[in-house]
């Protein structure tokens, strides 16, 4: 079955940030830290249910080359896979629960 993606709005920011952050380290970081979210992402809508529940309905999946991670949920009901948040992995993990 195929899931939709959707994110919360501060998923998004949290990407815009990170990616600026990234930009004022090292020329071209931030294209490879896009890159490397968009190919996690693609990788968790291939093996969804791959990664184990955390806490509450929340799920994890980890960058491969940056520190961060990505916490999603599935609504079965709307077949969907929704961001909450892709954080630095040093940042409080309670930030995706609050989000919920």
């Not at 920011?13 to 968009?38: N, P, T």
């Not at 799920?59 to 949920?73: M, Q």
Request: glycine share 0%; aromatic share 16%.
């Amino acid at each position: 079955m195929s899931y939709k993606l959707s994110f919360f709005e501060d998923a998004k920011v949290d990407v815009i940030d990170a990616k600026y952050w990234c930009k004022h380290q090292q020329i071209g970081l931030d294209k490879r830290f896009i890159e490397s979210v968009k190919v996690a992402i693609q990788t968790l809508q291939k093996n969804l249910f791959a990664y184990a529940i955390r806490y509450k309905n929340i799920r994890i999946a980890h960058l491969k080359t940056f520190p961060f991670n990505i916490y999603f949920y599935i609504d079965t009901v709307l077949n969907e896979i929704v961001i909450i948040t892709i954080v630095h992995s040093y940042r409080n993990p309670n930030i995706a629960t609050e989000r919920e």
